[in-house]
Nanobody
């Protein structure tokens, strides 16, 4: 079917940067909105940023001015450039996408397995 594979997480000092990638593969006809969510220990999963197929972006207030989401439709890949990272950005980051697979008419929501981002103070 469809797989979302994240990469780019790791350990970084406060003020540093990381770039996350999420590549979608499988019987994909089109990817509609795709983006990133995160979940810190003991907290609910929350929106970080999303981007529509047409390029419209939506950011959580905590991400505005520091994170940039982008997508490469030819590669079925979404990126999250994270700058000026803070300890409170520490979380597992999940890729999320609404994908229409071949021979269907509706989009289905998919999640990746997550990638750990840890920011030390």
């Amino acid at each position: 079917q469809v797989q979302l594979v994240e990469s780019g997480g790791g350990l970084v000092q406060a003020g540093g940067s990381l770039r996350l990638s999420c590549a979608a593969s499988g019987s994909i006809c089109e990817i509609n909105t795709i983006g990133w969510y995160r979940q810190a220990p003991g907290k609910q999963r929350e929106l970080v940023a999303t981007v529509t197929r047409g390029g419209n972006t939506n950011y959580a207030d905590s991400a505005k001015g520091r994170f940039t989401i982008s997508r490469d439709n030819a590669k079925n890949t979404v990126y999250l450039q994270m700058n000026s990272l803070k300890p409170e950005d520490t979380a597992v980051y999940y890729c999320n996408a609404y994908i229409r697979v071949v021979l269907t008419y509706l989009s289905t929501e998919y999640w990746g397995q997550g990638t750990q981002v840890s920011v030390s103070s």
